[in-house]
């Protein structure tokens, strides 16, 4: 753990952030530091967080971890709560992407990293704070899916699926904190610009960029929307591609764009 300072003490919220080097998350992280945020910061590449931390304003814990450690994850929530308290807020939004496909033995590893951080990461974020959140009786247990969840998407296999758990994941927190006080967010982002979709070499309609993207998202998250797409149009989209036909869906998207092969990202 480290701690950034940047200015005096923040008397703003307490948000919990993972996959915070970069892409929406490091966006996340600009939004709420200049909204007088005291954040908690996880990544796996502890260069980029420390470039990112300096540039904001206010003070901060970074946690260079990887959400797949669960134990090293557990152990950054514990000391971010016994630093700063319970967070008001906490984003699960690490995640991966690469394109997999079921043929090729090789991308059997690409499906147990992206499984693994994109599902069980978002899991291991949010277990440490459930029962202070209950406690507290407020909060928002905040997890980042897509709108790649919806359907499953040729050369997505991992990415969609891991998506789709997500979605189905925090419906389930949801119903179970029902009552409790504590609200469970479910983001669903379209195209957003970031290093994850900049290898797209495929149209991506209603393309957002990060920082809109982010404010966006963080009015959702106040709003304690439980199911929310970014950009709203995606919304329609999403809605459209739930309602398609088997068929149609298979005709239409068996020769989409896919992304390429390779470390996911």
Known sequence: ??????????????????????????????????????????????????????????????????????????????????????????????????????????????????????VLGMVATFQPFVAPLRERGSGRLVGVASVAGVRGLPGAGAYSASKAAAIRYLESLRVELHGSGVKVVTLAPGYIATPMTAVNDYPMPFLLEANEAARRLARAIQAGRRFAVVPWQMGWVARLLAILPRPVFDALFARAGRKPRGLPL
């Open 1 to 118: 753990m480290s701690e950034r300072r940047g200015g005096p003490p923040s008397s703003g919220p307490l948000v919990f952030l993972t996959g915070a080097s970069s892409g929406i998350g490091a966006a996340l992280a600009r939004h709420y530091a200049h909204q007088g945020a005291t954040l908690g910061l996880v990544a796996r590449r502890a260069d980029k967080l420390a470039e990112l931390t300096a540039g904001l304003p206010g003070t901060h814990r970074c946690y260079p971890v990887d959400v797949a450690d669960g134990p090293a994850l557990a152990a950054a929530a514990a000391d971010f709560m016994a630093g700063c308290g319970v967070p008001d807020i906490v984003i699960a939004n690490a995640g991966v992407s690469v394109g997999t496909l079921t043929e090729f033995a090789e991308d059997l590893d690409a499906f147990d990293k992206v499984l693994r951080t994109n």
